[in-house]
């Protein structure tokens, strides 16, 4: 009986491991397959995953960058940066108010003008050109006096248009229309300058050309030079300004070559009382011939005081000009000097003879200003701390600016009757007073008072004596982007 048991039990152990061995061989065979499942799917999610990295990079290769603030206004650019566009503009408007005599007296308008309306397409091309163009849609004033060379006074115009350059930092080619490298106002943005209009000695710089420059920057940007060859603008010109120059007004033969240096010594050194200061020293010289000369204006007013009314009067020879220039800031004080010299040769014919002199003709400025909010004053303009936004407490940034100037006019010119003292002032003093009010980086309004003097000259309303002194309230509204 005993081994009956035995053995059954044996039986029994022997039939149980045989079933748990199969069992386990299939428990086995099911794992090893769901391994191998999860492993291809792990396989597969790799390869997406690569896929992925692979389909962003190439993403973040070809897709642009698109910005829009208020430095910038609204941009579009490569991500490597070899390509870029940007669009912008400013527009200004102006009001000027003259005192009651010289509305009266000298026929001064007070008037409402849409001043600068204009549009800025600036980019990059292949990583080292770049292009520049600024048409102009508003009140066009400063060009010269010929007829033929003075658009309507909305009409289009072209202010710039450029190409640069910029292989060689220390040495970009420009070509093109743009800004003169020579007055030290005139350079500064239109939308920084502290007044509404530039100072006297404008009148006797040219505003914009045509022409081939070189320039660049030097000694960690301690000295900046450029210089050119150009087709030679008169005095306060701005050079076709979009209409075609009337024949014989330039020999085209006779080109003016403009040089200039600004040298910031100080510049990044541990002087910080001296950090600000700039001095330069700019020139032009060039043959001319014709007819287009210039005629000279007040600043805010832009009211012509002064112009060669005897016939015939014509550049013939050379023409000369320079300008010692300079500025200062330091923290929220800002100062900008220029002095002008001008010399050309004149003609006309009286009597079968010919008569010609070459007036020296000089002009300085003299401009400071200081923001009561306490930003730091710079040559590139003001940007406030807080914008305007009384809800938070933000008023934007003040500035109070003043600036005197004279222009004075050689007297050769009257005592050999190349003008009329009946017609025009030999002398212009003026002084100029401002409020600007930066409500942010894009909007400004600014206020300005002028009253420029005047010596030695008369108009025809006035029966001898001097021009009347003007008075003259200036507001604009500036919008840039």
Do not use: C
């Not at 999610?45 to 973040?60: F, G």
């Amino acid at each position: 009986m005993k081994k009956l048991i035995r053995i059954l039990a044996v039986a029994v152990v022997l039939v149980n491991t045989l079933i748990s061995k199969t069992v386990w061989a299939d428990d086995t065979s099911s794992l090893e397959q769901r391994l191998d499942n999860l492993e291809q799917q792990v396989a597969i999610l790799k390869r997406q995953i690569e896929n992925n990295k692979q389909d962003a990079a190439d993403k973040a290769v070809t897709t642009p960058i698109i910005t829009a603030n208020s430095k910038d206004g609204f941009s579009i650019k490569s991500p490597d940066g070899n390509y870029s566009l940007k669009i912008g503009g400013y527009v200004q408007t102006e009001a000027r108010e003259f005192g009651a005599n010289n509305k009266e007296e000298q026929d001064e308008n007070s008037e409402i003008l849409a001043r600068r309306v204009r549009l800025i397409i600036q980019g990059t091309v292949a990583r080292d050109f770049d292009f520049y163009v600024q048409p102009e849609f508003g009140y066009n004033d400063n060009y010269s006096t010929v007829t033929s060379a003075t658009p309507a006074t909305y009409a289009p115009a072209l202010q710039d248009a450029w190409i640069d350059w910029k292989y060689f930092p220390e040495a970009t080619v420009k070509a093109g229309k743009f800004k003169t490298p020579f007055d030290l106002e005139n350079l500064q943005d239109t939308r920084y300058t502290p007044f509404v209009e530039l100072g006297l000695a404008s009148n006797l710089s040219p505003q914009r050309d045509l022409g081939v420059q070189v320039g660049g920057s030097l000694w960690n940007n301690k000295i900046t030079y450029a210089g050119g060859i150009f087709d030679g603008a008169a005095d306060h010109e701005n050079a076709y300004g979009g209409s075609g120059t009337a024949s014989g007004n330039y020999d085209s033969n006779n080109k003016s070559g403009t040089g200039r240096i600004f040298v910031t010594p100080f510049k990044d050194t541990g002087i910080e009382l001296l950090q600000g200061l700039g001095v330069g020293y700019a020139a032009t010289y060039g043959k001319q011939k014709g007819t287009d000369l210039p005629s000279y204006v007040t600043s805010n007013g832009q009211a012509p005081f002064f112009s060669y009314t005897t016939s015939g009067v014509s550049a013939a020879g050379p023409q000369y000009r320079e300008e010692p220039q300079a500025y200062y800031y330091y923290k929220s004080l800002g100062v900008l000097a220029e002095a002008v010299e001008s010399q050309e040769q004149l003609q006309y014919t009286s009597g079968g003879h010919v008569i010609r002199t070459s007036p020296d003709n000089k002009a300085f400025d003299l401009t400071g200003t200081y923001i009561l909010t306490g930003e730091d004053a710079s040559y590139n303009g003001v940007t406030p701390r807080h914008d305007f936004d009384p809800s938070t407490g933000g008023w934007g940034a003040f500035e109070l600016a003043g600036r005197y100037g004279e222009l004075k006019i050689d007297h050769s010119v009257f005592d050999d009757g190349f003008a009329s003292l009946n017609t025009s002032a030999s002398e212009a003093r003026a002084w100029t007073t401002g409020i600007n009010w930066y409500l942010n980086r894009n909007v400004k309004l600014a206020f300005d008072y002028e009253q420029p003097r005047f010596r030695r000259g008369a108009i025809p309303s006035v029966n001898g004596g001097n021009r009347k002194t003007e008075n003259l309230f200036t507001g604009l509204a500036q919008l840039s982007f």
